[in-house]
């Protein structure tokens, strides 16, 4: 194993312990803390696959806008939820889980079904053994690509932003009017 | 064997699990919007992965990109409409909220 595979799987392992414990820890501010730690992990999976324009959004959209704009919907949402369940006891919580039908086994069996499917798949295909070499200077590559094949979609989701900006707006913006 | 892809999506597939079982056993919506941001960040690992094994590497990227500009977008409408919906009802309970009008 060389150097890269070491790094790679350290923060493979951050991220998938960042992602499940924004699944299974209790308080949801804990949980959005965890999920910024996800996403700064996803960066450096994407840095190590040579993405390194996806990694710099990733932290500038994903850690800095997102995880924010989770935090100040905590914030501003009900104070009762933030503290979650009350179960000290970790059978009591497993077996009240295990017999409701809403988070029992069902939900577990959906989730865990679907990644094994995947990774069952993932292990039976034929997969290119090497990377190619990567490119150098990817905002580049994504930049001209952007605005010469893919300019419609480029613009239609500029539009898309827009459309969502007003209607964040619209929608946070409604109730105080008519109060 | 220098990260290989089979190992990548693996990661991936795991994440994209976990992020399915928060968002259908969660009650909390905003805990239902990070599980949902969850499934978004692995489908991105593995447009990435497969980016850097194509020779086309600008197409996974761009893909990327757009599902980002979608999460965000995402991100602000639903946070918004959660914030309405407790504004109204002082609980963000999924389970709570069944009514289309009140």
């Known amino acids: 194993m060389t150097v890269t595979d070491w790094v790679f799987l350290a923060i493979a392992l951050v991220t998938l312990f960042s992602a499940y414990r924004v699944v ?4 949801i501010m804990h949980a959005a803390l965890w999920l910024g730690l996800t996403f700064v992990g996803v960066a450096g999976i994407f840095l190590l696959l040579g993405a390194d324009f996806l990694a710099a959004a990733q932290v500038l959209v994903y850690v800095g806008a997102i995880t924010t704009i989770i935090i100040f919907g905590i914030m501003l949402s009900s104070v009762e939820d933030l503290r979650g369940e009350s179960f000290d006891n970790v059978w009591k919580r497993l077996s009240s889980r295990l017999t409701s039908s809403r988070r029992g ?10 990644a094994a499917a995947m990774v069952i798949v993932v292990s039976r295909g ?39 900006l007003i209607g964040a707006i619209a929608l946070a913006l409604k109730e105080e009017r008519t109060e | 064997m220098t990260l290989s ?3 990548v999506l693996g990661v991936g597939a795991i994440m994209f699990g976990l992020g399915v079982y928060g968002a259908l056993t969660q009650t909390n919506a905003i805990r239902v919007l990070m599980c949902i941001e969850l499934v978004l960040n692995s489908v991105n690992i593995n447009l990435v992965a497969f980016s850097r094994f194509t020779a086309d590497q600008a197409l996974g990227q761009i893909f990327a990109v757009f599902v980002m500009t979608v999460a965000a977008a995402e991100a602000a409408v639903g946070l918004a409409i959660i914030l309405m919906i407790a504004r109204r009802k002082t609980q963000i309970d999924i389970d709570q909220i069944n009514l289309l009008k009140w």
């Open chain 1, 24 to 27: 299974t820890t209790h308080k």
């Open chain 1, 105 to 114: 086994i069902w939900p577990l069996l959906a989730a865990v079904g679907l």
């Open chain 1, 126 to 164: 034929q997969w290119p053994a090497s990377p190619h070499a990567p490119a150098l200077d990817t905002p580049r590559l994504l930049g001209e690509a952007l605005f010469t094949r893919f300019v419609i979609p480029f613009e239609a989701a500029s539009i898309v932003l827009l459309v969502a």
């Open chain 2, 5 to 7: 892809l089979p190992v």
